[in-house]
């Protein structure tokens, strides 16, 4: 990494500080006493950079080595039997040293984002993904490592309950508890996460070797010596760098190659994903599926999306570089489709190829059309407005994406679309006009019916998402995923303990004001059948469905896809209600995913339906899941089947959602 540091980007030596203990096969490492990684050492070291650091400044901190677990020395924050994830110092043998903990960590970052340092912190260690964590409820069962075909880096698959100093040289024990309480939560949201309660890191970005319930491998990439797994292929990736690479395209490849051999062993990212590696710009995000693996004699690769996230057989992607641009359709690599469904891991063939250029693991597929009707949602113009029907034909075929079609006259349909009074109305299938899709449009405006069509589109994928689910009553997953809101509470800080109200109508869609709290529990009712057992832990991810027909990740927040909750375990998230501009009432829709295997779900993310039109829109009251299928069905015939998922990818995912009606006052 230092190699990597001077020669590839310049860095002169005297800005590069390093604590090394080499391994000479004797009592003592090679160093002397004051290049060690003690506790001492790391923390003057830490606090130096800090020190000398001017705003604006890059700090890049990378630490290989042991992580472990300790009794905490904040039950306060934690409980009496929380844990304390930590780096472990060269010396821990000594029952006087103290670990380098969480808590400890999280100040030490965070004092260097409020001195406006751009921070990357990158741990290539056991339980690393929980070392910047805030969230003690939330403990994972550590796993040992298998030795074959790699070994653990650094794996303590214990608790260390020695009694130590407790006391800390970076600040007071108030001073950390109180940064630890009030570690900021995510972006504004629809239902915006409490601050302090979510697992994200703010102001920096963080790649962690594994999740916390896992351990991180070395392996003999040479065939001479051991690497650990995420340091070597960080250093393969960072060779492509480009001036576009975010964190995020660097997680992805990663991602992939690390999972190619390890699949015990989830490199996690958190934080600033949309960062340009090793700079300070934020480039937009464009969520895809990366590509895990490739097989050139069968002219397939292996993307990481399935049918949790609504996808068929004969689903289409683009494939771009892992630095490509997705706004450049030149870039595109090749066109592929799926042939063989997975729960969150699918083949897809190559149908044609774009460039010569190899595809890569940690390339980027981008979803075209849904290969399945299932996907699909039909608009019906009544046939003696023939004018308008030749319009909306027109920008359906040139605009629709697949996701709408146009209905024969004597065909149910989802949507009509009527001309009134020289304006386009959408209704719904019994003619209802859908209220408060603003502004009008009118028939005269340029590229009207393309726009009447964009806007349906917009719903149809909306309600695509809403109505995702698993319905195979043999599913070890099923009931095992329980979600649930805790009440109501009027006023809360997120540092106190939640002491929520019942609702007034139990039972019924739960009703709160804006700026009032609920809760809401998520719960892993699987139950461990053997110690560190990885098919128990449940990745978790929220989606709020808002009533601006919006689809924002809450949680988690940032660049992370997923939280892993371990079996009998809950977490239980606070959200405040808030409404879009100029809405005196609305529904938003918490949908919870749950998958055994890792996935992204933030490419299903939709923007409020103004944003795509530059106008202030909302919807009506949302449909009941049951008359919604039912619609599904009737429209559909037979091929609305495809909703019941089949035996196999059905065992490996699960979702559940609630509603919550949110009012003014």
């Not at 005297?14 to 923390?43: H, W």
């Not at 298998?146 to 260390?160: C, E, K, Q, R």
Request: hydrophobic share 35%; net charge negative.
């Amino acid at each position: 990494m230092e190699d990597f540091l001077k020669s590839k980007l310049g860095m002169p030596q005297e800005c590069i500080f390093k604590l090394t203990a080499t391994n000479t096969g004797q009592t003592q490492p090679l160093e002397s006493r004051d290049q060690l990684p003690t506790y001492e050492n790391m923390v003057s070291k830490l606090k130096h950079v800090t020190t000398v650091a001017q705003p604006g400044d890059q700090v890049y901190i990378h630490y290989s080595g042991h992580g472990g677990r300790t009794t905490t020395a904040y039950p306060d924050l934690k409980g009496a039997k929380g844990l304390d994830e930590a780096l472990v110092p060269t010396d821990i043998g000594n029952s006087e040293t103290r670990y380098l903990r969480d808590v400890e960590m999280a100040h030490l970052l965070k004092t260097m984002v409020d001195r406006n340092l751009i921070v990357t912190v990158v741990l290539d260690s056991c339980h690393s993904g929980g070392a910047t964590r805030a969230l003690g409820s939330a403990i994972a069962i550590p796993r040992r490592a298998t030795p074959i075909p790699g070994s653990a880096l650094g794996v303590m698959d214990f608790v260390d309950t020695t009694p130590r100093p407790l006391d800390s040289q970076i600040a007071s024990l108030e001073v950390l508890r109180d940064t630890w309480r009030n570690l900021p939560g995510g972006a504004k949201r629809s239902l915006k996460p409490g601050s302090g309660w979510l697992l994200e890191p703010q102001g920096y970005t963080l790649l962690a070797a594994c999740r916390a319930s896992e351990s991180a491998y070395e392996f003999a990439f040479n065939g001479r010596e051991n690497n650990g797994a995420l340091t070597y292929w960080l250093l393969d990736s960072l060779k492509q760098i480009g001036p576009r690479l975010t964190y995020k395209m660097l997680h992805d490849r990663i991602l992939a190659k690390v999972h190619s051999q390890f699949q015990g062993q989830t490199p996690q990212l958190q934080g600033e994903g949309n960062r340009v590696v090793f700079g300070s710009e934020q480039v937009e995000p464009h969520y895809t599926v990366v590509v895990i693996q490739v097989d050139a004699s069968k002219k397939q690769v292996m993307i990481g999306a399935g049918q949790a996230q609504g996808m068929r057989n004969g689903a289409q992607f683009a494939i771009y570089p892992p630095d490509g641009d997705l706004d450049q359709r030149d870039q595109r690599l090749a066109l592929v489709e799926l042939v063989e469904l997975g729960a969150t891991e699918s083949w897809a063939k190559i149908t044609s190829k774009l460039r010569p250029d190899e595809i890569k693991q940690g390339s980027q597929a981008v979803l075209l059309e849904p290969g399945d009707i299932r996907l699909q949602r039909f608009v019906h113009v009544p046939i003696d407005q023939a004018e308008t029907r030749a319009q909306v034909e027109t920008a359906i075929k040139e605009g629709g994406s697949g996701f709408v079609q146009l209905a024969a006259d004597s065909e149910p349909s989802d949507f009509q679309v009527i001309v009134k009074d020289d304006r386009y109305k959408i209704c719904d299938p019994a003619g209802m006009e859908i209220t408060n899709l603003r502004p009008d449009i009118g028939i005269g405006e340029k590229n009207s019916a393309m726009h009447v069509v964009q806007r349906i589109l917009h719903m149809v994928k909306y309600r695509n998402i809403q109505e995702l689910d698993n319905r195979d009553p043999m599913s070890p997953l099923a009931r095992k995923l329980v979600v649930e809101l805790a009440g109501v509470q009027a006023d809360f800080d997120p540092a106190d303990q939640p002491k929520p109200e019942p609702f007034d109508a139990p039972g019924n869609t739960p009703v709160i004001k804006v700026n009032e709290w609920t809760f809401l529990r998520i719960r892993n009712n699987l139950t461990l059948d053997k110690p560190n057992d990885p098919s128990r832990i449940l990745n978790v991810t929220v989606l709020d469905l808002r009533p601006d027909w919006g689809i924002t990740q809450i949680y988690p927040s940032g660049a992370g896809f997923f939280e892993p909750l371990d079996p009998g375990q809950e977490i239980l998230l606070p959200l405040r209600a808030s409404l879009p501009n100029n809405y005196k009432e609305g529904t938003d829709i918490i949908k919870v995913f749950a998958t055994l295997g890792t996935t992204n779900f933030r490419w299903l993310e939709l923007p409020s339906l103004d944003q795509l039109t530059g106008s202030v829109t909302t919807r009506g009251t949302p449909n009941d899941p049951l008359e919604q299928l039912l619609i599904a069905v009737s429209s559909q015939a037979l091929k609305t089947r495809n909703l019941d998922v089949t035996a196999y990818p059905s065992r490996e995912w699960i979702t559940a959602q609630i509603e919550v009606h949110i009012k003014e006052t």
